[in-house]
């Protein structure tokens, strides 16, 4: 059983560490860096990674970026190659692999597939015209 006093540094890290990420996933990030950030070692904060998240901060960072990734694919006009550029990946391919991993779908996929859906759901809803 842990002490309070040591939950709470733990999540303080893991919201401190997590902030960063969502502001500057696009970035190279890493984990060094971000404990210097939030002022903590590697190990602690790993730990606040694996226990408040149950995450990894590698799998935090990925799906942060792959979150960000579909919502791009979804509704903006960009290529496969510029989403991956903008969540951080200098590789289209690595971008592809990791965004399958995470979605069930390559990327251009993904993208018609959800366009169609939002083109289907559009085409279903009954249209009040004016008599």
């Not at 970026?65 to 510029?82: F, K, P």
């Not at 200098?90 to 592809?96: G, I, V």
């Not at 251009?108 to 083109?119: G, H, I, K, L, N």
Request: proline share 2%.
């Amino acid at each position: 059983m842990q002490r309070d006093a040591t939950i709470q540094l733990r999540t303080s890290l893991y919201e401190d560490a997590t902030a960063i990420v969502s502001e500057e996933f696009a970035h190279d990030l890493a984990l060094d860096d971000i404990a210097h950030r939030v002022a903590s070692s590697r190990r602690q904060l790993q730990r606040a990674f694996a226990e408040i998240g149950r995450t990894t901060f590698r799998e935090h960072l990925t799906a942060v970026r792959m979150d960000h990734a579909a919502e791009l694919l979804a509704h903006r006009d960009v290529t496969v190659r510029e989403v991956a550029h903008r969540v951080g990946y200098r590789q289209p391919a690595q971008f592809a692999k990791a965004f399958r991993r995470r979605h069930g779908l390559a990327p251009s996929m993904y993208r018609s597939q959800v366009r169609f859906a939002a083109a289907r759901d559009a085409a279903a809803e009954p249209s009040y015209q004016a008599a």
